[in-house]
């Protein structure tokens, strides 16, 4: 049973930064590509970014590009999306998973809250 344990959310102000980590138990990730999505208040679940297994692809929304970077330590089975220059429009709850997403390794997600 893969168990995705997203963390480092939080409130922090317009530009400010984050960084968030999704913690892999279960089994290894290391040989799939892996993704983090958004789910704003009253909106869907919607794609941010993803990494390929070896790390040396990442893809992301245009929303995030040039503020947002997604990396892996497969080492670690972890996923890491460092969010800089936040915007009140990237407040959200912030998911991880497999890319493209697989239904039954939806975890709880962090929240993030950015201030204007």
């Known amino acids: 049973q893969v168990q995705l344990v997203e963390s480092g959310g939080g409130l922090v102000q317009a530009g400010g930064s984050l960084r968030l980590s999704c913690a892999a138990s279960?089994?290894?990730?290391?040989?799939?590509?892996m993704a983090w999505f958004r789910q704003a208040p009253g909106k869907g679940r919607s794609f941010v970014a993803d990494i390929s297994w070896t790390g040396g692809s990442t893809t992301y929304t245009n929303s995030v590009k040039g503020r947002f970077t997604i990396s892996r330590d497969n080492a670690k089975n972890t996923v890491y999306l460092q969010m800089n220059n936040l915007r009140p429009e990237d407040t959200a709850v912030y998911y991880c998973n497999t890319s493209p997403a697989t239904q039954a390794y939806w975890g709880q997600g962090t929240q993030v809250t950015v201030s204007s």
């Open positions: 279960g089994r290894t990730l290391s040989s799939y590509a």
